[in-house]
């Protein structure tokens, strides 16, 4: 029997397609791809922007992993595909013979959770497609991170399709030596998946009786503390389970790639012509087991000395800026969210403009505050409005000041910019919880300055998103 036949002896073709920006919607559909092929189904896994949109109608089992970027846009290897089932003249039986299913990637952080998952699946059904299982949504926030929706996801999945198997053989490409220095991460933390492997090739009675425990419901809790909770890495589970000898042809099945990572860009193009700045802050820090960790791309990063060489790629942002230079811009970038932030204010001040306003925020002024003497320099020349919060500064007890109080200080200025003057907001850093503060400070603004209900002025900060006057930029 062979990989693409099925137990009923019937040929069966399935295709992933995903949409990422980051790389983990592409590793949760190679995950998926290995699941399916245990159940003997011939896959094919694509990234939306390498397909013809044309053909999925000639598709007859596609399953879609769809990231989401922002507070709610799709990622842009889906427009394509995505502008194409827009078109208003579609028949609403178009994919009449496709079966199909979604699985989203998201966080509950943000109000359009797994939003370009929704559209899609909604769209794909209002065009005759049948949904084979319930749509499934991934979640950064849940503790046990995309695990949480997507075990139970493709579990529903293979019972509607057919029952799993471990997969025969993945081909050797290269020396191990190269493949774990430069390819794949053993420093991850490991998904559920990576014990479910893992139990096959242990041979110690109480270490797969371990497993087994970490694998059941009843034991959520104690996975949970064992590897979430303290960033247990693959090589330190490992080392507790010496037992397990993994073959090399499931090298790929255990180890996940090292995902490239992605920092916006601190410098204008223009000020700074074949150069990229980067601000960058080294991950550095404890785990609750007191094992030290150390970021590695911010490691590699540090170490590089001049005239070394690195692969990157540039990709386009999401920070649109608004044509005329003369409509006011709020700048909205505490800690490394500056960073984008620069590369606006340095094309703004290229462009003539001295219409942007910038709140910064840090610990504390003798520390970490990226490029402050740039900022006071045009602010004395008058090009920039700049704000700064210091979270940490002033006696034990003290209220602690971030970039939202100071907004909600400069209430009426805020309102003048972004309602009379329609302005543009930019926020960036860390998605945890910033993002949400800062809306809620503009939604609190357009209450009280603009005398709006409450639901009213929640609908003027969604308004904005929608017309492109409220940007996101933020990473967790």
Known sequence: ?????????????????????????????????????????????????????????????VLFVVATTGSGAEPRAMTPLWNLLLRSHLPHDLFEDLDFSVFGLGDSAYERFCWPAKKLSKRLLSLGAREICPRGEGDDQHRLGLDSALEPWIENLLETL??????????????????????????????????????????????????????????????????????????????????????????????PPLRPRHFSIASSAKCHPREIHL????????????????????????????????????????????????????????????APMRAVIEDRIDAGSNATTLYFGCRSKHKDRHYGTEWETYAESKRITYRVAFSRDGPEGTKR??????????????????????????????????????????????????????????????????QGRLIEECWS
């Open 279 to 338: 601000c960058v802050a080294i991950v550095k820090y404890r785990t609750k087991l007191k094992m030290p960790r150390k970021g590695i791309c911010t490691s590699y990063l540090a170490n590089l000395r001049p005239d070394d060489q690195l692969q990157i790629r540039v990709e386009k942002g999401v920070i649109k800026l608004p044509d005329d230079p003369n409509i006011p811009v709020i700048c909205v970038g505490p800690g490394t969210g500056i």
């Open 401 to 466: 000041t971030y970039v939202q109080d100071l907004i909600l200080k400069d209430k009426d200025s805020v309102w003048d910019l972004l309602n009379d003057q329609r302005g543009t907001l930019i926020i960036s850093g860390s998605s945890n919880k910033m993002p949400a503060a800062v809306r809620r400070a503009i939604s609190n603004i357009a209450e009280d300055c603009g005398k709006m209900l409450k639901e009213d002025a929640l609908k003027f900060v969604n308004e904005m998103e929608r």
């Open 1 to 61: 029997m062979t990989d693409n036949t099925t137990r009923s002896g019937v040929n069966r073709h399935l295709l992933i397609l995903y949409a990422t920006e980051t790389g983990t919607a592409r590793e949760t559909a190679d995950r998926i791809s290995r699941e399916c092929r245990r159940a003997y189904f011939q896959c094919r896994v694509c990234s939306m922007d390498m397909y013809s949109p044309e053909a999925l109608i000639s598709e007859t089992l």
């Open 162 to 255: 057919f029952h799993q198997t471990l997969p025969d053989h993945i081909p050797r490409i290269t020396t191990l030596r190269v493949l774990f220095t430069h390819h794949l991460d053993f420093n991850a933390v490991p998904r559920r998946s990576f014990f479910q492997i893992l139990r096959y090739f242990t041979t110690d009675d109480s270490e797969r009786e371990r497993l087994d425990e970490f694998l059941s419901l009843e034991g959520a809790d104690e996975f949970y503390e064992y590897c979430q909770l303290v960033k247990r890495t693959i090589h330190e589970v490992l080392s507790e389970f010496r037992s397990a000898r993994i073959p090399r042809d499931y090298i790929f099945d255990v180890f």
